[in-house]
């Protein structure tokens, strides 16, 4: 996969605008035009079809992830070294903008698996590490996940309790962790634990650990029954004196764990983002076939006026939407620093989903209620994206923070 358009404009098209440094361009690469169709035709013709079924029985759909595995899927932003395509953060959110459009459970779990489960291996891990578990899981035989959230400390990670204590060349960790993607399924998990002993130190005391499945001690618990994305299995997680080799420890030494985690966060955040463009999508490409076919009061429910109003809102909520996700990834492409552009994509796009959720539904009338009808599904399976990366009023205060009030 090549780079984006935008960076090869930034070098070569000194003719473009240039708006507060930034060059006009918004046109995607002819790769990343290709890569979006075939990800289209993917989900139109692979996972769309499988819906219904994958929602009545509510669990991991196996073959499926296998098969996402075996088109290299997983591996988009990791190198080919490793069995990846060496592709950017718009090749990437192109294929969750598109995976989202078609199954919101399969995007969440593709995210997991291709982002926030293998990033700490291959940033911080061994090349050991890498071989044995990174590898396996760009061919989608392995899974991993990352779990952060306990029971008392879910936005305020600072506040989380499970401990890390280090005893000869291993470290010990006692603690839980609940709401975990994949928590069911994976073989491996990244871990946050407190090294420090201090209980002051908040966010600086945290690190992250790789933790095997079938370590004795760790305990996969009860799946959490979900209103939406219910075939991403979500499970709590029990630690009792579960040893790890001091190797676990990512990046090497206590104290790193919370500037790892935040070098991945933007990314965590744009990504979630296009997952709200693909769902706002989605629920405009359902309101609008319905709004033509609907009939009311001798006419068709798209002449009312008050129906084109919401599809127009919906309509400029994705391409504003749009506009702030694809911004947050070439900024991340760049290099560039955007603690507030990729907290505006999270906050605006995903907010974007869950409006166009919710106004799908009611253009439905009834049938927005109807469990054989897409809009219900779309309207829970929208809850999902407004905690993880961030709430939307978390992301207001670090918007505000970066406009220094
Ligand atoms: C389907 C699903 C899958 C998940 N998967 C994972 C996973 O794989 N791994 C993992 O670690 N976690 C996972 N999570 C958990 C997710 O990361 C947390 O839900 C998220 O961090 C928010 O924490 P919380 O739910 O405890 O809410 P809380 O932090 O308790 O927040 C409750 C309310 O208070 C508000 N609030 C909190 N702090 C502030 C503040 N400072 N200012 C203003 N308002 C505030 C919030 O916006 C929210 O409205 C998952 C969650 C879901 C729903």
């Known amino acids: 996969m090549r780079q984006s358009r935008f960076s090869y404009s930034a070098i070569c098209n000194l003719k473009s605008t240039i708006m507060n440094g930034v060059l006009m361009d918004f046109s995607l690469s002819a790769q990343h035009q290709v890569f979006r169709r075939t990800v289209a035709e993917f989900v139109e013709k692979e996972v769309v079809p499988r819906v219904p079924e994958m929602e009545a029985r509510a669990e991991w759909p196996t073959d499926l992830f296998r098969r996402m595995g075996e088109l290299g899927y997983f591996g988009l932003r990791y190198p080919e070294k490793y069995g990846g395509a060496g592709g950017d953060a718009i090749l990437f959110a192109i294929f969750l903008e598109e995976l989202a459009r078609g199954y919101m459970s399969l995007a969440a779990a593709a995210m997991m698996q291709c ?4 990033n700490f291996i291959y940033r911080f891990g061994t090349e050991e590490q890498r071989e044995r578990l990174l590898v396996p899981a760009i061919r989608g035989e392995k899974i991993g996940t990352i779990a952060m959230t306990e029971p008392g400390a879910g936005s305020d990670l600072g506040a989380i309790t499970t401990r890390a204590v280090r005893d000869g060349d291993e470290y010990v960790i006692e603690g839980g962790k609940t709401w975990i993607t994949s928590a069911t399924r994976a073989d491996f998990f990244t871990v946050a634990a407190k090294t420090s002993p201090d209980p002051k130190a908040g966010f600086k005391g945290i690190d992250m650990f790789l933790v095997e499945k079938g370590t004795p001690g760790l305990t996969v618990g009860n799946q959490i ?33 919370f500037a790892a985690l935040r070098e991945i966060l933007n990314e965590i955040r744009v990504m979630t983002g296009a997952l709200g463009l693909g769902l706002a999508r989605a629920a405009r490409d359902e309101s609008l076939r319905y709004a033509h076919e609907r009939t009311a009061f001798g006419r068709k429910i798209g002449d009312f006026q008050a129906i084109q109003h919401k599809l127009a809102e919906m309509e400029t909520r994705i391409e504003l939407s749009r506009l702030v996700v694809y911004y947050g990834a070439w900024l991340i492409d760049q290099n560039q620093p955007c603690n507030k552009e990729a907290a505006i994509a999270k906050y605006y796009a995903t907010e974007a989903g869950v409006a166009g959720a919710d106004e799908a539904t009611r253009i439905f009338g009834a049938y927005g209620m109807a469990m054989e009808m897409t809009p219900q599904r779309l309207f829970r399976d929208g809850r999902f994206l407004l905690y993880g990366g961030g709430t939307s009023e978390v992301l207001k205060n670090i918007i ?3 406009m220094g009030v």
Do not use: D, W
């Open 115 to 118: 982002l926030m489960g293998t």
């Open 225 to 257: 029954h979900k209103v939406g994305v219910v075939a991403s299995e979500t499970s709590e997680l029990t630690f009792r004196q579960v040893r790890v080799p001091k190797e676990n420890l990512f990046g090497g030494r206590e104290g790193f764990g």
């Open 400 to 402: 505000a923070k970066e």
